[in-house]
């Protein structure tokens, strides 16, 4: 009997624990200087890590072992084991002068940094953890990053410029610099690589590129300070963060036409999808939570306290 209930003990702690698994919303908080990690299932936040400081944004390597985190205070990037949560190495250089946008390549053995007042963009050994190359731009303010789905161009908005630059990511070169507007700053390529769509903040736009042509395609009106942009999984929908409007604007895609507009927290930013697309977590600095939005409903289902000033988002899904 004493056997049998030790068994049965162990399978309901077993269950428990499938209930409360899920996947890992990651985000930055600015003022804190921490990474929040928050359960998608439960959605609470289970603790933090503490980086470096004014984290901005972050990236999570494909094999889903570490993360990258731009520190735009200290001039360094954060190596966080994803694992251990925990960081294992700060990579410093006197050239990163503002670190901000990151990604990493496909294979997870290469990322990119850029820096934000040196008109550079920084190579790194994601393996060792440091950097193999700087490779001069002529563009001022590059800020973001986003590698396409098959991983072979990167493209950094470049906000002073007013321009999106393109990367051939095997040779690291600089292949074209395709005019946007005004403060383009947030980015994001829809899943099947055919469009590139970059938030111009001081514009109140968003420019739509074709990747094929490497050319503007159209110019889309947006709510007030665009300042990132994430598609659907299934690419049908495009998510803008109106930061100065405290809303989410949701366009659709095939039509480049807005949908919806979704009231969240203040002061939004960062915003990632679920894997199936059926949620949206959005970064909301100024009231310090991530507001999580039911993509189908159109609605605020729940919003995640977390500490000071969160902002960068990423992904971590659980094998």
């Excluded at 930055?28 to 928050?38: D, G």
């Excluded at 292949?175 to 769509?197: F, H, L, M, R, Y």
């Excluded at 938030?199 to 503007?216: F, H, L, Q, S, Y």
Aim: hydrophobic share 40%; net charge positive; proline share 4%.
């Amino acid at each position: 009997m004493r056997i049998l209930k030790i068994a049965f003990v162990i399978v309901l702690f077993a269950s428990a624990a499938l209930a409360q698994a899920g996947d890992y919303v990651l985000v930055l908080n600015k003022t804190s200087n921490t990474l929040s990690f928050i359960n998608t299932a439960t959605m609470k936040a289970e603790g933090s890590v503490p980086v470096g400081r004014q984290p901005h944004e972050m990236a999570i390597n494909p094999a889903r072992t570490k993360a990258y985190v731009s520190n735009v205070g200290a001039n360094s990037v954060s190596v966080i084991d994803l694992k251990a949560r925990t960081e294992i190495k700060k990579i410093n250089s006197p050239d990163f002068k503002n670190p901000h946008g990151l990604v990493f390549t496909a294979d997870s053995r290469r990322a990119f940094v850029t820096s934000e007042q040196n008109k550079k963009i920084f190579v790194l050994d994601a393996v060792k953890d440091e950097i193999v190359q700087a490779i001069d731009t002529d563009q001022e303010g590059t800020h973001m990053a986003v590698l396409s789905p098959d991983g072979r161009w990167a493209y950094f908005t470049n906000r002073l410029s007013k321009t999106i630059s393109v990367m051939d990511v095997g040779s690291t070169k600089i292949v074209a610099n395709v005019p946007a507007g005004t403060g383009v700053e947030g980015i994001a390529i829809s899943p099947d690589g055919k469009q590139v769509w970059g938030g111009n903040r001081g514009d109140n736009t968003v420019t739509i590129i074709d990747t094929a042509k490497r050319e503007p395609i159209a110019t889309v009106p947006t709510g007030r300070g665009p300042i990132r942009v994430a598609f659907s999984p299934d690419g049908k929908r495009a998510y803008i963060t109106a930061t100065m409007d405290n809303e989410v604007n949701v366009y659709d895609v095939a039509t480049r036409k807005q949908v919806q507009k979704i009231s969240v927290g203040g002061n939004p930013g960062g915003v990632i999808f679920s894997r199936d697309g059926k949620r949206a977590f959005v970064a909301c600095a100024s009231t310090n939570d991530v507001t999580v939005i039911d993509t189908t409903a159109g609605t605020v289902i729940a919003k995640v306290a977390v500490e000071q000033g969160p902002d960068g988002v990423g992904y971590l899904a659980q094998k």
